[in-house]
């Protein structure tokens, strides 16, 4: 049974936009920071952006602050990930990622800090 559920990816042209979502359960999401990173082809796993578990505090990679946000809905055990102004270099197979430790703020930056990963889903940007 998949703890987090991604959803939003597909294909766009440069300058484009689109919106993921990670669903959680309960017990993956609640109390949790969350995170997404994202994959390359050949390329380590990096760090795109992090919100607290309470949603006041956000964390953004250099090269992602102004195009991306991060936002939660605790209603919906939902994160979401909103990119815009996408650039080819922004392909990849971005996962969400929930806080191994409830209640806790920490690295966000670092994949130690999460217990619980999604499947993934592939954004593709052509140019």
């Known amino acids: 049974q998949a703890q987090l559920v991604e959803s939003g990816g597909g294909l766009v042209q440069a300058g484009g936009s689109l919106r993921l979502s990670c669903a959680g359960s309960?017990?993956?999401?609640?109390?949790?920071?969350m995170g997404w990173f994202r994959q390359a082809p050949g390329k380590e796993r990096e760090f795109v952006a992090a919100?607290?578990?309470?949603?006041?505090?956000?964390n953004y990679a250099d090269s992602m602050k102004g195009r991306f946000t991060i936002s939660r809905d605790n209603a919906k055990n939902t994160v979401y990930l909103q990119m815009n102004n996408l650039k080819p270099e922004d392909t990849a197979v971005y996962y969400c990622?929930?806080?191994?430790?409830?209640?806790?703020?920490?690295?966000?930056?670092?994949?130690?800090?999460?217990?619980?990963w999604g499947q993934g889903t592939q954004v593709t940007v052509s140019s």
């Open positions: 309960a017990r993956t999401f609640s109390n949790r920071a």
């Open positions: 919100i607290s578990w309470s949603g006041g505090y956000r």
């Open positions: 990622a929930a806080a191994g430790v409830m209640n806790y703020y920490g690295d966000y930056q670092n994949r130690g800090f999460y217990g619980y």
